[in-house]
């Protein structure tokens, strides 16, 4: 079996922890590395994401990777942007997909070509970006890739924070800020393990947090079905809450698990 793990760079725990769930599941173990310019919007971070080929390169070795896939730009678009993509369906309209318009169509066309090229094989993704995942699960059942995805725990800094690439871009007191949002996560976990059912004050448990941060400003907080992405209005099976903030310059996003026993 063929292990893949694709990735936009700039490696870290997260990364790794893929990579190494690839490299102990497959027999080879194979990690792309490309910044696809479909899924940045024209205000975002295309020319400024950040990128270390060389490091990336050093890490997927030192974790025992096969292979590494860098295609440029014009390899993946030899005609320009191309006029076929993938369209996400309803899901990729809410929560990211609202502030992002465009992205999840861009990232699902990306991927989809990716597995063109990968075939048969087991793919890891991380659940950090879980409305991706869900969107990747979906295509692979909707368009019949023989691809079987696995979802990964996210990665996190010893304070909570999710790691995430777009890190770098935070002042060190907009990196204290960030914790923020794990924070409020962390509280409405703690508010269901507690035995509160009502979403509306999960919800708002996450707000105050984010709202009580100066530098930390909401963009969405939410709670779904953990399968069918669904709002929901009381707790009665596995949920997720999600929440999304724009700390400094970058907008960070992270997601806990809600288990009402
Ligand atoms: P990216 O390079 O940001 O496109 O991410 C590549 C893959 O790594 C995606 O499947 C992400 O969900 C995953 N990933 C990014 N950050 C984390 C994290 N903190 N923990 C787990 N997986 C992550």
Same mark, same amino acid.
């Not at 725990?13 to 696809?36: M, T």
């Not at 999600?242 to 970058?250: C, M, N, R």
């Given at each position: 079996?063929?292990?893949?793990?694709?990735?936009?760079?700039?490696?870290?725990?997260?990364?790794?922890?893929?990579?190494?769930?690839?490299?102990?599941?497959?027999?080879?173990?194979?990690?792309?590395?490309?910044?696809?310019?479909?899924?940045?919007?024209?205000?975002?971070?295309?020319?400024?994401?950040?990128?270390?080929?060389?490091?990336?390169?050093?890490?997927?070795?030192?974790?025992?990777?096969?292979?590494?896939?860098?295609?440029?730009?014009?390899?993946?678009?030899?005609?320009?942007?191309?006029?076929?993509?993938?369209?996400?369906?309803?899901?990729?309209?809410?929560?990211?997909?609202?502030?992002?318009?465009?992205?999840?169509?861009?990232?699902?066309?990306?991927?989809a070509k990716l597995f063109q090229v990968v075939g048969r094989s087991r793919a890891y993704f991380g659940e950090k970006d879980f409305q991706q995942l869900v969107l990747v699960r979906r295509m692979v059942n909707d368009l019949s890739f023989p691809v079987e995805i696995v979802g990964c725990p996210v990665s996190r800094e010893p304070d909570g924070l999710a790691m995430s690439s777009r890190n770098v871009y935070l002042s060190p007191e907009e990196r204290q800020a960030a914790v923020?949002?794990?924070?409020?996560?962390?509280?409405?976990?703690?508010?269901?393990?507690?035995?509160?059912?009502?979403?509306?004050?999960?919800?708002?448990?996450?707000?105050?947090?984010?709202?009580? $941060?100066?530098? @930390?400003?909401?963009?969405?907080? +939410?709670? *779904?079905?953990?399968?069918?992405?669904? %709002?929901?209005? !009381? =707790? $009665?099976?596995? @949920?997720?809450?999600?929440?999304? +903030?724009? *700390?400094?310059?970058?907008?960070?996003? %992270?997601?806990? !698990? =809600?288990?009402?026993?």
């Open positions: 079996m063929v292990g893949f793990v694709p990735t936009m760079g700039f490696f870290h725990e997260g990364h790794r922890s893929l990579l190494r769930a690839a490299r102990a599941e497959c027999d080879v173990a194979a990690v792309s590395i490309f910044v696809n310019p479909l899924q940045f919007g024209p205000g975002e971070d295309l020319a400024s994401y950040p990128r270390d080929v060389d490091r990336d390169l050093a890490i997927a070795d030192a974790e025992g990777i096969d292979l590494a896939f860098m295609p440029h730009v014009e390899e993946m678009y030899p005609g320009g942007t191309p006029e076929v993509t993938v369209d996400p369906g309803p899901l990729a309209q809410r929560l990211e997909g609202a502030s992002r318009p465009g992205h999840f169509r861009g990232v699902l066309t990306v991927v923020c949002l794990y924070e409020g996560l962390r509280a409405a976990a703690k508010r269901v393990h507690d035995g509160d059912r009502g979403v509306e004050q999960v919800v708002a448990e996450i707000a105050d947090r984010i709202d009580a $941060e100066p530098l @930390a400003e909401l963009d969405y907080a +939410a709670v *779904v079905d953990e399968a069918t992405f669904e %709002d929901v209005d !009381r =707790l $009665e099976g596995p @949920a997720r809450a999600l929440v999304s +903030a724009t *700390v400094g310059k970058p907008r960070l996003i %992270d997601n806990v !698990r =809600l288990d009402p026993a």
